[in-house]
C-alpha cells in the first residue's frame, strides 16, 4: 500500500528521519488500551492465542478521501459507518449523517441532529447508527433516536426516544427483519435494555432486559436466536422474543463491545476489551473454536462478509483485520494511522471502507491529514488514488 515512499495517508516516509516501522513501534508501545475491570490486564493465555498469518492480500487499497471528516460520539462505540452500495456510504460527523458518493467524488448531509430547529425534531449526540433497507437510523447519548427514508428524502424525519433513563445512552443498532417479517431497528442500551423497534410504526415492539448494560445484540439468520454482550465477560444466548437463556458463556476477561453471526447461523463472533476475538460454534458452544489476538487494543466492531468468507474486526485505532473465515489460518491486516471510527462493507463484498477519525499527525514536526474515507476494493487493482 505504497507507491514512491508514500502510504495510503499521503505520508512520506522516505522523507522523514524515522522509518515507518519505527513510528509503528512507538504507537503500539505508547498506545494504552483501556479495560474496564481491574483484573483484566493480565494477558490471555498464550496457550490460547491461534496463530494467524498475516501475509494474504484479499482486499487493495483503491483510494483514499482526506478531507472527508468523520468522527465518533463515545469512544468504546465505533459503529459509525455504514455502505449500502458501492456510492452509498454513509458516516457520522459532528452529529450530522454525511452520505460519501465514490462515483460523484462528493458528500452531501442526509441527517442532522445538532439542533432541533423544526416542530417534534430533537437535538442529541448520536451514539449509534445503521443504515439498511434504505432506512438510517442514529441513538443517542440519552436514549434519543432519529430515523428517515433514504430512497425518499422529502419524506420528514421521525425523532423519538426509547428510554427516560438516566444512562440511556443506545450503544448498538441493528437494521433486519423481524421474527414473523417486516424490518426491525434492535436498539441495544445502557439500560441494561434492548429494543425491538418497528420500522413501520416506529414503535417499540419488543423489550427484553438482561443483568448487565448492553453493548451489542445480534439476532441469527433464523431470527430465533440472538447474541447479547455488553458490561460483563459473559455472552448471552437468548430466546430473540422472550429474552430466555438458552446459553451463557464466560471466557472473556473484560467487557464485549461487538458480535456477529455467520450467514450460515452457525459461527458466531465476539469482540472484548481483552483484545481478543472469540469464535464459536452454536453447536458446542462451552468453549471458542478459535481466540484471535489484536494488536494494539480492544476489538470494537465485527462482521461477516455477505458470503461469510471473512471477518472483519476493527480495533480502535490503527488496525482492521481481515480473516479467511474457512479455517482462521490466515488473515491480512490493514495498518494505518489513525482512531478508527467504523468499518462497512458493501452488499456484494466488492470493496471494503474505513472510516479513519484522526484528522492530523505529527510526524518529527511535519503534521500530515490522514483521517477520512479509505476505500480497499476486493478485485486486484494495481491502480490508487489519493483524492484530498
Not at 433513563?165 to 424490518?183: A, C, D, K, M, P
Not at 479455517?327 to 456484494?348: N, R
Amino acid at each position: 500500500m505504497y507507491a514512491k515512499g508514500v502510504d495510503m495517508q499521503g505520508i512520506d516516509w522516505e522523507s522523514r528521519p524515522v522509518t515507518r516501522r519505527m513510528w509503528r513501534e512507538k504507537r503500539i508501545a505508547e498506545y494504552e488500551n483501556y479495560l474496564s475491570l481491574e483484573n483484566a490486564g493480565d494477558p490471555v493465555r498464550a496457550t490460547e492465542i491461534k496463530s494467524v498469518s498475516t501475509d494474504r492480500k484479499y482486499y487493495s487499497f483503491k483510494y483514499a478521501k482526506l478531507n472527508e471528516r468523520c468522527n465518533y460520539g463515545h469512544f468504546q462505540l465505533r459503529n459509525l459507518l455504514w455502505a449500502t452500495s458501492k456510492n452509498s456510504i454513509y458516516y457520522m460527523h459532528d452529529d450530522c449523517v454525511r452520505q460519501w458518493s465514490p462515483q460523484l467524488c462528493n458528500s452531501r448531509e442526509v441527517l442532522n441532529v445538532r439542533m432541533a430547529n423544526t416542530p417534534h425534531s430533537r437535538a442529541f449526540a448520536i451514539s449509534s447508527m445503521a443504515c439498511a433497507q434504505n432506512i438510517l437510523f442514529t441513538g443517542g447519548s440519552k436514549g434519543e433516536f432519529a430515523c428517515r427514508r433514504l430512497d425518499d428524502m422529502a419524506t420528514p424525519v421521525h425523532y423519538g426516544i426509547t428510554t427516560e433513563h438516566s444512562n440511556g445512552i443506545s450503544n448498538h443498532i441493528h437494521i433486519t427483519e423481524g421474527l414473523h417479517g417486516g424490518l426491525k431497528a434492535i436498539v441495544s442500551s445502557n439500560d441494561m435494555k434492548t429494543r425491538f423497534i418497528n420500522l413501520e410504526t416506529l414503535s417499540i415492539e419488543n423489550t427484553l432486559a438482561f443483568p448487565f448494560p448492553v453493548n451489542c445484540s445480534s439476532l441469527c439468520p433464523d431470527r430465533r436466536l440472538m447474541c447479547v454482550v455488553g458490561d460483563a465477560t459473559e455472552t448471552m444466548l437468548v430466546d430473540s422474543t422472550t429474552g430466555e437463556g438458552v446459553y451463557s458463556i464466560d471466557e472473556h476477561q473484560d467487557f464485549s463491545f461487538a458480535c456477529c453471526w455467520s450467514p450460515n447461523g452457525r459461527i458466531f463472533a465476539t469482540g472484548n476489551q481483552d483484545k481478543t476475538t472469540r469464535i464459536y460454534d452454536v453447536r458446542y458452544p462451552s468453549r471458542a473454536l478459535h481466540v484471535l489476538e489484536g494488536k494494539a487494543g480492544a476489538i470494537r466492531s465485527l462482521q461477516f462478509s455477505h458470503d461469510g468468507r471473512f471477518l472483519i474486526a476493527a480495533e480502535p485505532i490503527d488496525f482492521v483485520h481481515i480473516y479467511d473465515a474457512t479455517s482462521y489460518e490466515h488473515s491480512q491486516v490493514i495498518d494505518m494511522f489513525g482512531e478508527i471510527a467504523g468499518v462497512a462493507l458493501t452488499p456484494e463484498d466488492q470493496a471494503l471502507y474505513v472510516a479513519n477519525a484522526e484528522d492530523r499527525l505529527s510526524i518529527a514536526s511535519t503534521d500530515y491529514r490522514i483521517g477520512g474515507i479509505f476505500e480497499f476494493q476486493k478485485d486486484d487493482d494495481p491502480s490508487f488514488g489519493f483524492y484530498f
